[in-house]
């Protein structure tokens, strides 16, 4: 890191060349200096799959579902009933008075299977919806990555920007000292030094936000460090906005979770028609009866077991018309869903395109002129040496260079963030 600084013998005091040779040194390595222990992007994907507190909690709404699927299978359940008269029924055994019945419907033909395909169909739409929050947290996770490699970075900038600083503050003395210039230039200088300590100590402290979201996503303890890596891999240009809009169509998961909910829908309604059909069932009816005084008839006052046939006769179709008007209602709103999130899909993803040719263009740019400026200063610094060049113009020259090089990562990270937001709109 450019932060220490060595011990200067005085041979290397007085030797003219050594200042300026240290400040080449210093710039050329303005985009270099790796950070140890780094973790990789996909890495920390993986970690977050798998620990994401929203998505384990998702999981496991989805495993109680498909336990309640396997309930489905019971028939309709056995009711026992008891029942007394308030006036007894008089019969030729003596008044009963009262009765306890047992009866068992049986299913509606296709209603279990109909009922399975329903809970099937809820837990669909809960796995489409786990795959939208996962391509959602990944997303955000890359964004949360990229910022932080940018704070990161900048913060090296602005490190070795110090050390190029303070080695100018040594040129400036120098001359000082040979009476070749003024205070007034080494004054300046540390006024730089002072400006930018802040700012690195400030900007450095922007991160912290951006660890947060890191640590919860991933589940990595806050003891642990999250490092991004020195250097971004190689990225690689997108398809252009009809391609991608072809693979979102195919594989974004909105379409298959309303897809999903569609199905869900008819199922909801082929339900719906089945509970309205008739049903029916066996019963046994134990009938208490008194006996009739006076009486010598052999089966006076004797109990009567009754086995029946039921039959279960919906009377009112109303609320079976409302609830098929309901899910077709439903499966319009879905259809008209579908469409709108097709269109704004097709429009973010050329809104993002464009944002990656636009980063891209700003990058060759500034890759360009911090070639050219990095020619420049090098001459500059030597004619400043030699007295042949103002303080004022290699001052200036290399702030401009500073900002060719933050301008450069701003637009470099821009590229993976527009990267980013292509995969995400896309659905890979």
Do not use: C
């Not at 056995?78 to 007894?88: E, H, N, Q, T």
């Not at 829908?265 to 509970?275: I, T, Y």
């Not at 009754?306 to 009112?316: F, N």
């Amino acid at each position: 890191m450019a932060g220490g600084k060595k011990e200067i013998s005085p041979n290397m005091r007085n030797n003219k060349t050594y200042p300026w040779t240290r400040v080449l040194v210093l710039f050329l390595g303005l985009s270099t200096g790796p950070w140890l222990h780094s973790q990789s992007l996909n890495q920390l994907l993986e970690k977050a799959e798998a620990h994401y507190p929203t998505l384990q909690a998702q999981e496991t709404r989805i495993q109680a579902l498909q336990s309640r699927a396997d309930q489905q299978d019971e028939w309709p359940r056995l009711d026992v009933m008891a029942g007394g008269f308030a006036s007894p029924i008089q019969t030729r055994s003596g008044p009963q008075w009262a009765q306890l019945s047992a009866v068992q419907m049986f299913p509606i033909r296709g209603l279990i299977q109909a009922k399975e395909q329903l809970v099937n169909g809820e837990v669909a739409v809960a796995q489409q919806s786990l795959r939208q929050q996962v391509l959602l947290m990944r997303y955000q996770l890359k964004q949360a990555w990229y910022h932080l490699y940018h704070i990161e970075a900048t913060h090296e900038l602005l490190d070795r920007e110090l050390a190029l600083f303070a080695s100018l503050e040594q040129v400036a003395t120098a001359k000082v000292a040979a009476n070749k210039t003024s205070m007034a230039e080494v004054l300046r200088l540390q006024m730089k030094i002072e400006m930018v300590k802040s700012h690195a100590e400030t900007h450095h402290l922007s991160n912290e936000p951006l660890l947060i979201q890191l640590h919860h996503f991933t589940g990595i303890p806050r003891a642990d460090t999250i490092q991004p890596p020195a250097e971004l891999p190689r990225w690689e240009r997108p398809e252009r906005p009809p391609q991608l809009a072809e693979k979102m169509r195919t594989q974004h998961p909105v379409f298959d979770r309303l897809l999903a909910e569609e199905q869900l829908s008819s199922e909801k309604e082929a339900l719906a028609l089945l509970q309205n059909k008739w049903q029916f069932g066996v019963g046994l009816h134990y009938n208490l009866i008194t006996g009739i005084a006076d009486s010598e008839q052999a089966f006076n006052g004797r109990d009567a077991l009754m086995p029946a046939l039921h039959l279960k006769i919906p009377l009112q179709s109303g609320p079976t018309a409302a609830r098929v008007q309901e899910q077709q209602l439903i499966r319009q709103a879905v259809e008209q869903e579908r469409q709108a999130a097709e269109e704004e899909l097709i429009h973010q993803l050329s809104q993002a395109y464009w944002e990656f040719l636009q980063a891209k263009s700003e990058f060759e740019l500034q890759e360009k002129l911090a070639r050219k400026a990095e020619e420049l200063y090098t001459i500059t610094l030597t004619a400043y040496q030699n007295d042949q060049a103002p303080f004022s113009a290699l001052l200036q020259l290399q702030e401009e260079m500073l900002d060719y090089e933050k301008t450069r990562l701003e637009a470099n990270v821009n590229i993976y963030l527009a990267l980013a937001k292509i995969d995400y709109l896309q659905g890979s």
